[in-house]
């Protein structure tokens, strides 16, 4: 099914409720996510803020996207999970968001981190896009 938009452009529907200009988009990728900035705390040696991008690359813009992450050590065993919710991303656009970790080594106590799941991916007028995980993808520097 496709549409147009408001400036005449052809917008394609997906499965999964979403909309994109690519008509053979394959769903991965659409969703971009960079740690963009590890921040340690000035007052608490064991406290780090990350902040991370998130590029939407679908044609619609988002109200909310929530995504799992859990973060590992450096021998790749678990540490921890925390949710990074970005709100309102825009088509096209980065949207930031920060989340706090306690750490016995601050910034430098984790070596990577994964999306697990996204239990929250909705368009603007609320809509659910289904299985948004497929959507994600972590871009490393």
Same mark, same amino acid.
């Given at each position: ?6 400036? @005449?452009?052809? /917008?394609? %529907? ?9 008509? &053979?988009?394959?769903?991965?990728? !659409? +969703? ?24 939407? @690359?679908?044609? /619609?813009? %988002? ?9 590992? &050590?450096?021998?790749?065993?678990? !540490? +921890? ?61």
């Amino acid at each position: 099914m496709s549409a147009f938009t408001a400036e @005449g452009e052809r /917008v394609y %529907l997906y499965g999964n409720g979403s909309w994109s200009t690519e008509p &053979d988009l394959s769903f991965s990728d !659409l +969703l971009e996510m960079e740690l963009q900035q590890a921040r340690p705390d000035a007052d608490k040696d064991d406290r780090c803020t990350l902040i991370f991008g998130l590029r939407n @690359g679908f044609a /619609v813009n %988002l109200q909310e996207v929530a995504a799992e992450v859990q973060f590992l &050590d450096p021998d790749g065993q678990y !540490l +921890l999970t925390r949710r990074v919710t970005f709100k309102n991303p825009r088509a096209g656009k980065v949207r930031f968001a920060e989340v706090q970790m306690q750490l016995a080594d601050a910034c430098t106590g984790f070596n990577s981190f994964d999306v697990v799941d996204v239990p929250t991916c909705r368009m603007d007028d609320g809509t659910k896009i289904e299985d948004c995980f497929q959507s994600f993808s972590i871009v490393e520097d």
